[in-house]
């Protein structure tokens, strides 16, 4: 219980850390699944990220490390691919492998084992169009206690000398699975959320910009000139509540208008 309590602590710096990021850019290209080579490599970036931290923040335990590591690497494979989920699974488990330990050949393996799990099950969501099953956080935790039983499995047939490999997982076997499984559905959660609030701007915005393009349709019929353009600018400015409208052809402003004002000011 000791364990698992400090495993779920280490879980919260991760939780923390994804709240902190979900408010910035860089978490935008994650919340579409995308092809780009952009949003792969950002996925790279940020879930080795997570690996690396994982195995620093661990808790040393009989020459091996208790750790939330499987995070990053299962969050690598689902969301951008077997090819990002290897290479994020290969750095966090060469990057443990550096810290030594009896476990550390049979870690890296399996932490790379991990986010071609993760990459792999991106690869049948996607082709089955299954896309929100990845945003799913009772989904996301049933793979990676998957990927955390294999993870257990890989250091007893790897690790030498058995008995000591035994003791271990039968130690950390369970903290392990639980404190990785539930962070990955909370960070999950987190993304979720963020998508929807995203999902949901967008579609506001959209309405907004259709309904301006409605407006403003039959005012273009006759042509775009100072007189349209003021007229334009105020349905702009009616629709959005912004400050001030401005339309311009480049050379001089043809309409302004702007708050407290009662008419449109057409400006040569």
């Known amino acids: 219980m000791e364990l698992v309590i400090s495993l779920l602590q280490q879980m919260c710096v991760y939780l923390v850390l994804a709240y902190m990021l979900s408010k910035t850019p860089i978490i935008l290209p994650l919340l579409n699944i995308s092809s780009r080579l952009s949003h792969r490599i950002i996925c790279y970036v940020l879930f080795s990220g997570f ?14 490390i208790a750790n939330t590591r499987a995070i990053g690497a299962v969050m690598g494979g689902l969301f951008g691919g077997p090819v990002v989920g290897f290479f994020v699974g290969l750095t966090g488990g060469l990057h443990r492998y550096s810290l030594g330990g009896f476990t550390d050949v049979a870690c890296a ?71 990785n499984s539930i962070g990955a559905a909370l960070f999950v959660s987190i993304l979720q959320d ?17 309904k301006i393009a409605e407006r403003c349709v039959g005012i273009l019929h006759s042509g775009f000139n100072s007189q349209n353009a003021g007229k334009i600018a105020r349905i702009v400015y009616e629709e959005t509540r912004v400050g001030a409208v401005a339309i311009s052809d480049k050379e001089k402003i043809l309409a302004f208008v702007a708050l407290a004002m009662t008419t449109t000011c057409q400006i040569p």
């Not at 690996?51 to 091996?64: E, I, K, M, R």
């Not at 932490?111 to 099953?133: K, P």
């Not at 790897?158 to 039968?170: E, G, M, N, R, T």
């Open 51 to 64: 690996c690396v931290l994982g195995s620093y923040f661990g808790l040393q335990f009989n020459d091996a």
């Open 194 to 210: 963020q998508k929807t609030i995203f999902e949901k701007y967008s579609a506001t915005f959209s309405r907004r910009a259709l």
């Open 109 to 179: 393996i399996s932490t790379t084992a991990e986010g071609l799990i993760g990459g792999l099950l991106h690869v049948y969501f996607v082709r089955r169009n299954q896309l929100t099953a990845l945003f799913n956080p009772a989904v996301v935790f049933c793979i990676t206690l998957f990927a955390e039983v294999a993870q257990m499995l890989i250091i007893l047939l790897v690790a030498k000398p058995f008995d000591q490999a035994y003791a271990l997982v039968s130690a950390i076997a369970a903290p392990m699975i639980i404190a």
